[in-house]
Nanobody
Framework: QVQLVESGGGSVQDGGSLRLSCSVS?????????TAWFRQAPGKEREGIAA????????YYADSVKGRFTISRDKADGTVLLQMDDLRPSDTAMYYC??????????????????????WGQGTQVTVSS
């Protein structure tokens, strides 16, 4: 059973930066699938914001974070990183990582669907104050 553990959340001022990490147990570069970051603010739906493909050849970003957030993968241990710069109060949310080894639809719409993923972490809180 794949286990995901997020870390790196915290409280920052408007314009600040944070780097989130998602450690993936049983990482195997030959079988790993899409890994995505989602976030959920109070009273809102969970939304996909960044994702990276098997082989790290494709990345997707939601319009709300494009140009400010960068997703990457540490090839040594499979940890998926989310570098978040120029943070805004609207970025305040619980951030989750998710992965699935059997994604067949590689469209951005499918990759950012919550139902695409079978493995989820517990989340890490990000709070941005003005």
């Amino acid at each position: 059973q794949v286990q995901l553990v997020e870390s790196g959340g915290g409280s920052v001022q408007d314009g600040g930066s944070l780097r989130l990490s998602c450690s993936v147990s049983q990482y195997n570069p030959k079988t790993t699938g899409w890994t995505a970051w989602f976030r959920q603010a109070p009273g809102k739906e969970r939304e996909g914001i960044a994702a990276i493909s098997p082989g790290d050849t494709i990345t997707y970003y939601a319009d709300s974070v494009k140009g400010r957030f960068t997703i990457s993968r540490d090839k040594a241990d499979g940890t998926v990183l989310l570098q978040m710069d120029d943070l805004r109060p609207s970025d305040t949310a619980m951030y989750y990582c998710a992965t699935d080894p059997a994604v067949t639809d590689w469209s951005q719409r499918a990759i950012f669907r919550r139902e695409t993923y079978t493995h989820w972490g517990q989340g890490t809180q990000v709070t941005v104050s003005s």
